[in-house]
């Protein structure tokens, strides 16, 4: 006579099913997860690992456009360590006539520092130094991924340092363009505590980058539904730590300027399409401190130098201006 009942029997092929049924959940848990940590290891990639482009031509640009008033510029070729351990490149071009005020030029993403260059007689016009600086991962300075500001902003604070060290009381502005910008302004809520930095310029500033980057990731998608993307730079956010021990979360000028009181100029183009122009207005609203921003109209991505430079020269020096009589 067998020992087990029918109840017995019951009982068994229940804890059989939710044992499979628990395996199968995992499963479908550990395939989600792993779909999504590819996806989001693939964004990561796309944002942050690409090769910086560098053009071959770059360096000789450096040396055919150090030209101001028909006349030759000197220039001083610079390389100082990042708190990170590698390598940071720069040129200093000096005014023609002797100043202790320096612009420290801050370039986008997968650019160099000879986008600079087209800033260059504003600066000198202006009674200006110039350092033109490579960020890490682009151009000859080293690194080995973009963080978007995360960590640029240290590297540019070492650039703050070398330029206090050559000019102990001179006056210090830093003008960034697109990363370089959003750069700029989480350096800002660092120079907070000690006032190294006079002012500020970002043209064409994403206020906050996951913000930017669910922007994208619909587009390319051709979707309204932010919850996915939100999703997949869930999953992007943890390779980014595991990588460079920060994430796009991080990169949001727009938290860092509501405790920032130095001057800033922002400056976008209406037309932007990478980064939209309300970002420049977002930031501009939250910013603690005296602020000025201007969309120029019919502008893309960064291009308003290019589109306007009479008007583009004159709102940077009557800013520039403006901050000097105050001081």
């Known amino acids: 006579m067998s020992k087990y ?10 804890k059989v099913w939710w044992r499979s049924f628990a395996v199968l959940i995992l499963t479908l848990i550990l395939s989600i997860n792993a779909i999504g940590l590819i996806i989001g290891s693939i964004i990561y990639e796309e944002a942050s690992l690409l090769p910086a ?12 456009s150090l030209k101001y008033k028909g006349r030759e510029m000197p220039k001083e070729n610079v390389v100082i360590k990042s708190p990170y351990g590698y390598p940071l490149s720069g040129t ?12 420290v030029f801050v370039h986008g993403f997968m ?3 000879t986008v600079g260059l087209n800033y260059m007689s504003i600066y000198m016009q202006a009674g200006f130094n110039l350092l033109l600086i490579d960020s890490r991962d682009h151009g000859e300075s080293g690194g ?6 995360n960590l640029e902003k240290y590297d540019l604070d070492q650039w703050i340092s070398w330029v206090q060290q050559h000019f102990p009381n001179g006056t210090i502005g830093v003008h960034g363009i697109s990363m370089g910008a959003a750069t700029a302004l989480l350096h800002a809520e660092l120079n907070e505590s000690n006032k190294r930095v006079a002012f500020y310029i970002a043209d064409s500033a994403y206020s906050d980058f996951e913000t930017l ?11 309204n539904n932010s919850e996915i993307a939100k999703i997949l730079l869930q999953y992007a956010n943890v390779i980014s730590y595991f990588h460079s021990r920060s994430t796009f979360q991080q990169a949001s000028p727009l938290r860092a300027v509501q405790h920032v009181t130095t001057p800033i100029l922002y400056i976008h183009g209406d037309a932007d399409e990478l980064v939209p122009a309300y970002m420049s207005l977002e930031l501009q609203e939250a910013t603690k401190g005296p602020s000025e921003v201007f969309i120029f109209t019919n502008s893309t991505h960064g291009s308003a130098i290019f589109d306007d430079q009479k008007s583009y020269k004159e709102i940077v020096q ?9 001081s």
């Not at 980057?213 to 979707?223: A, G």
């Open 213 to 223: 980057m669910e922007l994208q990731i619909n587009r390319y998608l051709d979707s």
């Open 53 to 64: 482009y560098s053009h071959p031509l770059a360096t000789q640009r450096l040396q055919q």
């Open 144 to 149: 080995d991924s973009v963080t978007w500001g």
């Open 111 to 113: 650019e160099n520092r």
């Open 92 to 103: 200093f071009i000096p005014n023609p006539e002797p100043t202790n005020k320096t612009i």
């Open 5 to 14: 009942t029918d109840t017995d029997l019951s009982k068994s092929k229940r």
């Open 318 to 326: 009557n800013f520039i201006q403006a901050v000097e009589a105050q």
